[in-house]
């Protein structure tokens, strides 16, 4: 389940939410950097320990896609639009939207060309009934935590925090 945190910034303070991360809670305060001419993003315990301070990257819009084939443990994966995404190099992408769910989820992928990409599927997923979208996302806490990912939506300018 993904929560949602609105970014509403402040002319008299940070902007500041507590996700949960890996099921604890934690300061989230996104303040100016007058240096960087930026929106900074720092992750502190409860307890007031700095775990991450970066940078506020945004993550772009996704694209939708038309077309998924699975073929001896292969998923591939056709979009509308051209994802932007170097030809032949590798990326964590979230694919999202797609029934069955078990399309769904963060995968690595191969990029075969502007709108087409694979990744590894030993298992047969089910016969896709729906699609939905993909996105490279950046997660702003990559290498801190397990399971849990926090991004920033550009477009919507939100936090979305999973799980």
């Given at each position: 389940?993904?929560?949602?945190?609105p970014?509403?910034?402040s002319?008299?303070?940070?902007?500041?939410?507590?996700?949960?991360l890996?099921?604890?809670s934690?300061v989230?305060?996104?303040t100016w950097?007058?240096?960087?001419?930026?929106w900074?993003?720092?992750?502190?315990?409860?307890?007031?320990?700095?775990?991450?301070?970066?940078?506020?990257?945004?993550?772009?819009?996704?694209t939708?896609?038309?077309d998924?084939?699975w073929?001896h443990?292969r998923?591939?994966v056709t979009t509308?639009t051209?994802?932007?995404?170097?030809?032949?190099?590798?990326?964590?992408l979230?694919?999202?939207?797609v029934t069955?769910?078990?399309?769904n989820?963060v995968k690595?992928?191969?990029i075969?060309?502007p709108?087409e990409?694979?990744?590894?599927?030993?298992?047969?997923p089910?016969?896709?009934t729906?699609y939905g979208?993909?996105h490279?996302q950046?997660?702003?806490?990559?290498?801190y935590?397990?399971?849990?990912?926090?991004?920033?939506?550009?477009?919507?300018?939100q936090?979305?925090?999973v799980?």
């Open positions: 389940m993904t929560t949602i945190y970014f509403r910034p002319p008299t303070g940070p902007f500041t939410f507590q996700p949960t890996d099921g604890v934690y989230a305060t996104i950097s007058v240096f960087g001419n930026r900074m993003f720092n992750l502190n315990s409860a307890g007031g320990e700095l775990i991450v301070s970066r940078a506020l990257v945004g993550s772009p819009e996704g939708d896609i038309v998924i084939s073929e443990g998923v591939t509308e051209p994802h932007r995404l170097a030809v032949l190099g590798t990326f964590p979230t694919i999202q939207g069955p769910e078990t399309y989820g690595t992928c191969f075969l060309s709108t990409f694979w990744y590894d599927a030993p298992e047969y089910g016969d896709v729906s979208n993909v490279a950046v997660n702003l806490v990559w290498g935590f397990n399971e849990s990912t926090l991004v920033f939506n550009s477009p919507a300018q936090f979305e925090v799980p």
